[in-house]
T-cell receptor
Framework: DTGVSQNPRHKITKRGQNVTFRCDPISEHNRLYWYRQTLGQGPEFLTYFQNEAQLEKSRLLSDRFSAERPKGSFSTLEIQRTEQGDSAMYLC?????????FGSGTRLTVV | KQEVTQIPAALSVPEGENLVLNCSFTDSAIYNLQWFRQDPGKGLTSLLLIQSSQREQTSGRLNASLDKSSGRSTLYIAASQPGDSATYLCAVNEGGSEKLVFGKGTKLTVNP
């Protein structure tokens, strides 16, 4: 059990560029979650996968955001045409039944 | 819409003091409640999870209680240490949904 791994740890991008983040959950966890956290706020739910199926999406997940979890293993979160308001920490978590294990997050800065 | 509030927003105490962090939520139809710790610039570490049918959970110097009917939870930290300095987040898992709804956290500073 190596924990939840997120890459990259930091990403600086110019406004309008596309970015993709990766999350590798704990191997036996079938549930995977993406959250976004801005400074001074608690994390906000973005989306949830059970195995490869995306079962729940927040209204925060605009058309510019897309998440995938092919084969029910790792997941990617892509943001197209980034905006300054997308600057945040993007957190991934996984679980099997009760409780979550979070990764260290990817900090995105849009300049 | 579920809302989670944490009071106080920040707390500074001398080492060795016992302290209580408060969390309240507006909709009592929750599946469970969790307390997390977050160090600056880092992810979240799970501390305690209380199922909706439980009243409290304990781990070491930490004790969390849940009063679902009144929409309140407390996190009690005994004999605080400088290493306890972090932001503590409360989150509820609503029935029928997989998502967690978080409060804004309480930033705790324990002074040596």
């Amino acid at each position: 059990d190596t924990g939840v791994s997120q890459n990259p740890r930091h990403k600086i991008t110019k406004r309008g560029q596309n970015v993709t983040f990766r999350c590798d959950p704990i191997s036996e966890h079938n549930r995977l979650y993406w959250y976004r956290q801005t400074l001074g706020q608690g994390p906000e739910f973005l989306t949830y996968f059970q195995n490869e199926a995306q079962l729940e999406k927040s209204r925060l997940l605009s058309d510019r955001f897309s998440a995938e979890r092919p084969k029910g293993s790792f997941s990617t979160l892509e943001i197209q045409r980034t905006e300054q308001g997308d600057s945040a920490m993007y957190l991934c978590a996984s679980s099997r039944a009760y409780g979550y294990t979070f990764g260290s997050g990817t900090r995105l800065t849009v300049v | 819409k579920q809302e989670v509030t944490q009071i106080p927003a920040a707390l500074s105490v001398p080492e060795g003091e016992n302290l209580v962090l408060n969390c309240s939520f507006t909709d009592s139809a929750i599946y469970n409640l969790q307390w997390f710790r977050q160090d600056p610039g880092k992810g979240l570490t799970s501390l305690l999870l209380i199922q909706s049918s439980q009243r409290e959970q304990t781990s070491g110097r930490l004790n969390a209680s849940l009063d679902k009917s009144s929409g309140r939870s407390t996190l009690y930290i005994a004999a605080s240490q400088p290493g306890d300095s972090a932001t503590y987040l409360c989150a509820v898992n609503e029935g029928g949904s997989e998502k967690l709804v978080f409060g804004k956290g309480t930033k705790l500073t324990v002074n040596p």
